[in-house]
């Protein structure tokens, strides 16, 4: 399995502001995914980021908000954008494993609170 | 459309205790279904999955899941409940070739009870 880090860890943020996460992951993937997990939820996907095209971004979701970038096989960013205290949440990237099976592997995740 | 239901959102056992997590998903296809772990203030690590062949899996720390295509069920088990095992347990549910189409149930806080 891939070894996923985001950066940063935590962060706490005014409103109005953007903050950009990043993930790293050890080796070259095709699909990282990006997801949010609001305080006591479960998973929700934002978006899927392939390499050399825009992001797809799930229903309830747009590029405005939560644009993100893909620069190569082994990196991505979400940045969270004009933020508000619902955005609070913990975001997630993760990626495909491979072998045509959907296994995703996360990152630890990046806490995020606005006040 | 996909969906995943966990009943329960909270289970408590006694260390040595049997755990059972719920896990009954739907499907219009053959779905892959996996469950991950959620430790306090980490991300989500895989604990067992299931894609075809036999329908016991075996995963990480001790856990197991047997899928129920007559039942649509894929519940998570372990014969004696440890106190490290408390923690969220997600079960999700992926069909083939839907290009990480992942849909996750509300998940099921575990506590384990010395």
Same mark, same amino acid.
């Given at each position: 399995?891939?070894v996923?880090?985001q ?10 502001t953007?903050?950009t @996460?990043?993930?790293?992951?050890? $080796?070259?993937v095709?699909m990282? /995914? ?6 006591g939820? &479960?998973?929700?996907?934002i978006?899927?980021?392939n ?8 229903s309830?979701?747009v @590029?405005?908000?939560f644009p993100? $970038?893909r620069p190569?096989?082994? /990196? ?5 954008s004009?933020? &508000?205290?619902e ?7 993760s990626?495909e494993g491979?072998?045509?099976q959907?296994t995703?592997?996360?990152?630890p995740?990046t806490?995020?609170l606005?006040? | 459309a996909q969906?995943?239901?966990q009943l329960?959102?909270h289970?408590?056992v ?5 755990v059972l997590?719920?896990?009954?998903y739907?499907s ?6 996996f469950?991950?772990v959620?430790?306090p203030n980490?991300g989500l690590?895989?604990l067992l999955?299931?894609t ?7 995963g ?7 899928f ?7 519940h998570?088990?372990k014969?004696?409940?440890?106190m490290s ?9 992926s ?7 992942l849909i996750?149930?509300k998940g ?5 009870k010395?």
């Open positions: 399995s891939a996923i880090s950066k940063p860890s935590r962060d706490i943020c005014q409103r109005g953007s903050l @996460i990043q993930c790293q992951v050890d $080796s070259q095709t990282m /995914f990006w997801y949010r997990q609001q305080p939820q &479960s998973l929700t996907l978006a899927t980021a390499q050399g095209s825009e992001a797809t971004y799930e309830g979701f @590029i405005d908000k993100i $970038s190569n096989l082994t /990196f991505s960013t979400l940045t969270v004009n933020m &508000s205290p955005d609070s949440s913990i975001y997630l990237c990626v491979g072998g045509g959907e995703q592997y996360f990152g995740g806490r995020l606005v006040l | 969906s995943v239901t329960g959102s289970v408590s006694s260390e040595g205790a049997l997590l719920r896990c009954n739907s219009s296809v053959p779905p892959y279904l469950w991950y959620q430790y980490q690590q895989l999955k299931y075809t062949g036999a329908t016991l899996v075996k990480i720390n001790g856990f197991e899941a047997e129920k295509k007559s039942e649509t069920s894929f998570l088990t014969p004696s409940a440890h095992d408390a923690a969220e347990y997600f079960c999700a549910v069909e083939r070739g839907s290009q990480g189409n996750f149930g099921t806080k575990l506590s384990v010395p």
